[in-house]
Structure formats: structure tokens, C-alpha cells
């Protein structure tokens, strides 16, 4: 058995659902799913319900996430047409500010560029904005960027005018980072007939010029983020299945199978799911963690034992030449062989918690910049 070990990964973009949908996912369950996907840290995103757009729901949602998480979890804050300054407040303990700039699931979308620029204004210029984008939207927000000088990231990008888009903003010098799917980088709308619902998602799974325009500009990409979104079997089959798929327990292995065809190298899969994702948000690699992965297989991916609530997969039947092994957080097994040991409330709230570090004490996790005051003069 050949194995290798790895960083442990960081996937900047998950759907927890705690509070308000845990019959979907829990803090507990996505954080075990995460382990066994080789991810030791999370970002975890606001459209939960309530949103997380206020003090009170942030808090709530922090401490259910220290109660519940088995590895690491930072929280977005959530932007309302109504929120700047109290978004803009929340910053020190958020991974980031998210903006929902086109319709999906959940309440969180913002109409108007009042909105939008408001947002702009207020949120501390040093800490990324994170946008859902598609098509035009992206031109718009890259507009901003460039006026405002404010770091931006880009989610899910999934088609080739957006990926060419942001390239030329990256060559002229705008301070912009993105991140893609892997349902947008092994799927596409040919995909559509056999998943049905459990295909639906946004951005919506693109054309196959889409995904090898992707491929052909894996340079762009500063990181590989699952978009975990899980929904139940029974809301997929429903008359208006919401958009959404999970993903954090197949990430590494397709990732890597690509590795083994050839698709790219080990160390690009390290950059993309690893010191990339840390990289945008000043997330510190914790100590003494790693991933062992085995190569051989072949083995087919399938929904039995997933430890995410919602039980599918639509990558279910793809065949994988890798696969996780044992997962060690801090110095301790947190996954091994199929079996989670981590238990819930041995993780940790990014920015809001203390860090442990080598050779230094409990410190908080805090912006890579070191300034953490609020910024201003740009307006
Ligand atoms: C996400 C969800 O279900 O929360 N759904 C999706 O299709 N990606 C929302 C989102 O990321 O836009
Ligand atoms: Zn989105
Ligand atoms: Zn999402
Ligand atoms: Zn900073």
C-alpha cells in the first residue's frame, strides 16, 4: 500500500446549516464529513437561519459552532441592503464579509448597487469580500475592486468569460482571488440527464468550453472549494428542489485522481486545496496536522458511509484512484480508516477562539495584515 501524507486542507466554502436546517447538516456532522474529506479547516457561510447578519445570530452561531465542531470553523458574516456598519463591526471575529450578488438558496441576495456600495464603504478594506457572482456580476465587482482597492474572492467561478475575466484583472494588478467547484471541475450539463435535481446547483453546472477553459487556467485559481451545500433526498426529489450539492468528502480523492491522470501536479493539488485557500483568508496551517492519503484503488465513489446528514453524492459511481486514510488535527487522530474520533466541541472558532501555535501561547487568530482596525479613507 503506497501512502503519502499531505497538508491538512482548508475549504473556504461549506454550507453548515446550523442554525435553522440542521436536519441537513450540523456543525457536528459537516465538521466529521470535513475529516473525513482530509479537511481540517472550514469557512462556513450565512445564509443559515436566521442569517448570520447581526450580533445576536453570529454569537449564537459561534457558540453552537464551538459546542458542535470537530476541526477547525471560521463563520462569513452576511450582508443586507440594511447591515454595512454592523457587518463592517462584526469583522474581527468573521473569516470575511459574504455578498450574494445573484439569486440562490436562501433570503441574502442584494438588488440594488446602494446595497452593494454600502458595503463597499463600510467593510475594513484589509479583509476579503466574498461574492457570488455569475457572468456580468463579475465585471461589476472586479469595477469595484479596482475602484475601492478592496481585496476581493470570488466564489464558485464556473465559467470560461469569468475565469478569462479575472485573469486579466490578476495581470493588471487588482487585488482579486478565486476559487472553483469540483462539481464545476469534474461535472458538466451533459451531467444533467442522469443527476436530475441531485445535478442543480449554482452557478449551474456549465459546458464542457466552461470546464476546460477552468482546467486550462489552473494558474488563476488560488483554491479548490467544495461549496458543500447539502440538501435532504427528499427536498432534491421535491417539485422545486432547492440548488445545492455536498462535496467535502470527495474533494481530495477526485482531486487527486486527476494527479494520478495526469491532469496536474501533487504540488498544484497542495496549492489549490491547502496554502491557497490559507492563503486568501490569513489562515495559519495549525501544528503538528497532516492528511495520509493512499493511492490504489480503483474504488467508486458511493454514498454509503458518508458522514455528511444528507446521505448522496452526485459524484456517486465516479471511480477514484485515492482515498483518505487517516486525518491527524494537532497531533491527534481525528479520523482513521472510515471512523471519526474527533468528537464534537473539540474544534476550534477561527477568530474568535484562541490558536494554539508552536512556540507561542494561546494567541487569536487575527488578519495576516496585522491591522485589524477599520478602514475608511477609502470613500
Ligand atoms: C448554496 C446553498 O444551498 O446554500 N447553494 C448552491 O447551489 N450553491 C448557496 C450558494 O452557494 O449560492
Ligand atoms: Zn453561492
Ligand atoms: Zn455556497
Ligand atoms: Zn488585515
Known amino acids: 500500500m503506497t501512502t503519502i ?33 482530509g479537511v481540517v479547516t472550514v469557512l462556513a457561510m450565512p445564509n443559515t437561519r436566521p442569517p448570520l447578519t447581526d450580533p445576536t445570530a453570529f454569537r449564537e452561531a459561534v457558540q453552537r459552532a464551538r459546542a458542535g465542531a470537530r476541526c477547525e470553523v471560521g463563520l462569513f458574516v452576511g450582508g443586507t441592503p440594511e447591515n454595512p456598519e454592523v457587518a463592517a463591526a462584526l469583522a474581527p471575529q468573521a ?18 448597487l446602494a446595497a452593494v456600495l454600502g458595503h463597499f464603504k463600510a467593510w475594513p478594506g484589509h479583509r476579503p469580500i466574498a461574492v457570488h457572482a455569475e457572468g456580468r456580476a463579475v465585471a461589476m465587482v472586479l469595477g469595484l475592486a479596482a475602484l475601492f482597492r478592496q481585496p476581493i474572492h470570488f466564489c464558485h467561478v464556473s465559467r470560461r468569460e469569468e475565469i478569462l475575466l479575472i485573469r486579466r484583472a490578476k495581470e493588471r494588478g487588482l487585488p482579486v482571488t478565486c476559487e472553483v467547484t469540483p462539481h464545476h471541475l469534474f461535472l458538466t450539463e451533459a451531467d444533467w440527464p442522469r443527476l436530475g435535481p441531485f445535478g442543480l446547483m449554482r452557478p449551474p453546472l456549465a459546458t464542457r468550453a466552461d470546464q476546460e477553459a477552468l482546467w486550462a487556467n489552473l494558474p488563476v485559481i488560488d483554491a479548490v472549494a467544495t461549496d458543500h451545500a447539502p440538501h435532504t433526498i427528499e427536498e432534491k426529489q421535491s417539485p422545486h ?85 487517516r486525518t491527524v488535527l494537532e497531533g491527534r487522530v481525528a479520523f482513521e480508516d472510515g471512523e471519526v474520533r474527533a468528537l464534537p466541541g473539540s474544534g476550534r472558532v477561527l477568530f474568535a477562539d484562541p490558536l494554539r501555535q508552536p512556540g507561542a501561547s494561546l494567541q487569536r487568530q487575527r488578519c495576516r495584515c496585522g491591522n485589524d482596525s477599520q478602514g475608511g479613507e477609502r470613500w
Open 5 to 37: 501524507r499531505l497538508p491538512g486542507a482548508a475549504d473556504i466554502h461549506v454550507h453548515l446549516r446550523e442554525p435553522g436546517e440542521t436536519h441537513k447538516e450540523d456543525f457536528a456532522s459537516g465538521t466529521a464529513a470535513a475529516l473525513a474529506g
Open 95 to 112: 473569516a470575511g464579509l459574504k455578498l450574494y450578488l445573484d439569486a440562490t438558496y436562501g433570503p441574502l441576495r442584494l438588488e440594488s
Open 241 to 325: 428542489p432547492p440548488p445545492g450539492v455536498p462535496g467535502l468528502e470527495t474533494m481530495l480523492p477526485l482531486m487527486l485522481t486527476a494527479v494520478v491522470e495526469g491532469r496536474l501536479s501533487l504540488e498544484e493539488v497542495v496549492r489549490l486545496v491547502a496554502t491557497g485557500p490559507r492563503r486568501i483568508f490569513g489562515l495559519l496551517e495549525p501544528p503538528e496536522t497532516w492528511v495520509e492519503i493512499e493511492w490504489g484503488g480503483p474504488w467508486t465513489i458511493s454514498r454509503e458511509g458518508l458522514f455528511t446528514k444528507c446521505g448522496w453524492t452526485p459524484f456517486e459511481g465516479m471511480v477514484v484512484r485515492a482515498r483518505v486514510r
